[in-house]
């Protein structure tokens, strides 16, 4: 059965955080330096590109949900917008989907690394998602449903930090899928 994105609790968020890192170790752990770096094309990502732009995309996400939940942050105008938080949250969710065909250019604060990436990338996303999850599970619930956060990436979007995570982690499906298809790509050094 699918994974239904939209409506992920924080235990779910962190069950789900869990699942990625545990996939991810599986799917690259035997993979070394030149084969997490290897590309299908030029234009395509390499594994771990993939995970490095993770990382990159999840610190910009955490710095945002950081600040919308200081109480001594004054609120934007879009934080203030009673509608749009929740329209924009399920969009991007939507958007993110591990299924979902249109491809996006990832802003520059996300942008993975464009040379060589060392082969600790893996066991840093790892470390990273078992961080991730422990700050998923130090969250009060119901502040992460209510405190609307201003996306990192585009100024006038707005949703909740418990939408937040559901984005984190229905873009880190995406991306790790992606990587999983570059290694049963024509070409992957064996």
Known sequence: MPTDYLNLSLGDVRAELGAIARDAQAAFAALDGPRLNWRPS?????????????LNAN???????????????????????????RLFGRALIR????????????PQAAQPASSAIDAGILERFVEAQHAAA???????????ARTVMVSPFVAFITYTVLDG???IVTHEHRHVEQARRVTQAPGFPA
């Open 42 to 54: 030029a234009t395509q990502w390499s594994v771990a590109q993939c995970l490095d732009h993770l």
């Open 59 to 85: 610190r910009e996400m955490f710095e945002a949900m950081d600040a919308a939940l200081d109480p001594a942050r004054p609120r934007s105008v879009w934080q203030r917008l009673p509608v749009l938080p």
């Open 95 to 106: 958007s993110q989907r591990p299924e979902a065909t249109r491809k996006f250019t990832a």
């Open 134 to 144: 422990a700050r998923a599970g130090a969250l009060d619930p119901a502040a992460a």
């Open 165 to 167: 995570w559901r984005v």
